[in-house]
């Protein structure tokens, strides 16, 4: 028996997390009034304090500086000279 996944909209996400960050209720409590499963829940609560909203998938973050071009590594072919075998 195939389950179909759930679609909740942004606000409903939004509301359930403020539900249990403002009144401190633990999260299977909420989920079970709220008639969801308590891991999906966790993982919006989590999201929203990562990244502040429940709706968001990205980092709020800062990205990471540019990485250095492969050519300019320490490494190059003239530090290992080849030799003629003896």
Same mark, same amino acid.
């Given at each position: 028996m195939a389950s179909r996944k759930r679609v909740?909209?942004?606000e409903?996400?939004?509301g359930a997390v403020r539900i249990v960050t403002e009144t401190?209720?633990?999260i299977p409590e909420v989920a079970e009034d709220l008639g969801i499963r308590s891991g999906t829940l966790h993982s919006w609560v989590s999201r929203a304090r990562r990244n502040g909203s429940p709706s968001s998938?990205? @980092?709020v973050a800062e990205p990471a500086p540019p990485r250095p071009p492969v050519w300019a590594s320490a490494w190059?072919?003239?530090s290992?000279? @080849?030799q003629a075998p003896a």
């Open positions: 909740y909209d942004a409903f996400r939004e401190g209720k633990p998938d990205r @980092l190059s072919w003239t290992f000279p @080849l």
